[in-house]
């Protein structure tokens, strides 16, 4: 029963909603590191305090030596976990401000037209550009026809799913399409070089 509530509870949730989550829990998170690290501080001061003022007998001196060597190599330890963690933080929000941007949009370049280049450019350099690019063009095609035939299984595995995939194979149909244009066109702009 718990289950179903919570799957519920998560289907209902936006994107903004997600992100708002996600924000406060990375700030709760970059919280306690701070804590944690005033904390240590604080602990490490009174210690060296103590160890100031403390006996001044040469046998207290000698075990005070010891525990402040020992407090150190701690201090050492949990300050390697502190940076493990704030690093943490830094990617948590990282991530976060990916997520809330969305994924960048792939930079769009017009080609040159059939009588811009052949004339100034190296018709060797301008081929193998355009071979360059038609290659990323068809891995950025692939990875789109990946991103739909996943979608296609998970949406064979969630039931009801079948309006949210239509409307992101239509949302992925067009870039794959702008893609394929994109690499006509610079097929076009590598065989008007040769010419």
Known sequence: MSKDSEAGIHEILSDLQRIELLEKSAKLNRLLIYALGGGLL???????????????????????????????????????????LKQQAQNQQKLFDLLKGGLPAPVVSPAPTAGAAPGTADRATVQQVAKTLIGQERNYQET??????????LAGMIAGSRSWLEDYQEALDKPLNESRARVKQLQQWSAADQE
Not at 50 to 55: F, N, S, T, Y
Not at 144 to 153: N, P, Q
């Open 144 to 153: 789109l026809a990946a991103l739909k035939l996943g979608m296609r299984d």
């Open 42 to 84: 604080l602990a490490l001061l009174g210690l060296l305090l103590l160890g100031l003022l403390g006996g001044e007998e040469a046998a207290e001196q000698g075990a005070s030596q010891a525990s402040v060597a020992a407090l150190e190599k701690k201090l050492v330890s949990l300050d390697q976990q502190v940076a493990t």
